[in-house]
């Protein structure tokens, strides 16, 4: 039996093509699919909402990725998730340490522009609308906890994240490396804090000489950030532990 020709040359790349399309859309199809679940498999935190955000699960349901509380944010401190969130890609949340939500904003303007509810003010009070908690991460590079002052910016010169300094101008944001500091202890976390009675500083020993203070985390902590922000240390020393209500172990 004779052997079977060999189709012509041109017919030959025409099968080539035809190979390599199949397999670069199937790479394509498969990678699409793990684009949304990788990064759910690999994500260890929550990640910190804007103000009045339902339970995730709802927020997620509930979420049109309209990026109305981003437009009105007026620190602008909320973003939407890029390619790597996965399922999460373009759902807003806030990086703290980045730009806090400063939560000085009258009636909490991201909740108004949200037209689903998946921010909502359900509470009646601005401070019942958790976003996390603050917690002391770093104990042992905190400032105050060593007695230490602090001079200059907050994150240097270069730091580009804003701040509405009440005694400046509430109103207006400006950026924290045009407000420097010149303090005998720190207490960045305690002083630019938007909830009056959030956090304070507790001294570390009987010893009126002793400049030592360690911040202490109360239950009208919202979590906005503003601390994890403000904090000079790098890391910094306190963090939010996003979605965290107070009594959580």
Not at 171 to 186: F, G, Q, R, S, T
Request: charged share 25%; with cysteine.
């Amino acid at each position: 039996m004779s052997a079977k020709p060999k189709p012509p040359p041109h017919v030959q790349l025409e099968y080539r093509r035809r190979f390599l399309r199949s397999v670069l859309l199937g790479g394509l199809a498969v990678g699409g699919s793990l684009a949304g679940w990788l990064p759910l498999a690999r994500a260890h935190e929550a990640r910190l909402r804007p103000p009045g955000a339902l339970d995730e699960k709802q927020f997620l349901a509930s979420c049109i990725k309209c990026g109305q509380c981003v437009q009105v944010c007026p620190v602008e401190a909320i973003v939407l998730g890029d390619i790597t969130e996965g399922f999460g890609l373009g759902v807003p949340h806030i990086d703290a340490r980045v730009q806090a939500c400063d939560f000085s904003c009258d009636a909490v303007q991201c909740i108004l522009a949200c037209p689903t509810g998946a921010l909502t003010h359900t509470l009646s009070k601005k401070e019942e609308v958790r976003m996390g908690l603050a917690r002391l991460d770093k104990p042992d590079i905190c400032l105050a906890r060593q007695g230490a002052g602090f001079k200059g910016q907050a994150r240097g010169a270069g730091f580009p994240g804003i701040h509405r300094y009440e005694k400046v101008d509430r109103w207006n944001p400006i950026k924290i490396a045009d407000h420097p500091y010149d303090l005998e202890v720190c207490d960045l976390c305690v002083r630019e804090c938007p909830i009056e009675g959030a956090i304070r500083l507790v001294p570390m020993s009987d010893d009126s000489a002793d400049k030592r203070r360690t911040p202490e985390i109360t239950e009208k902590c919202v979590g906005c950030g503003m601390c994890e922000m403000i904090c000079p240390t790098e890391p910094a020393a306190i963090v939010i532990d996003a979605r965290k209500q107070w009594g959580q172990s």
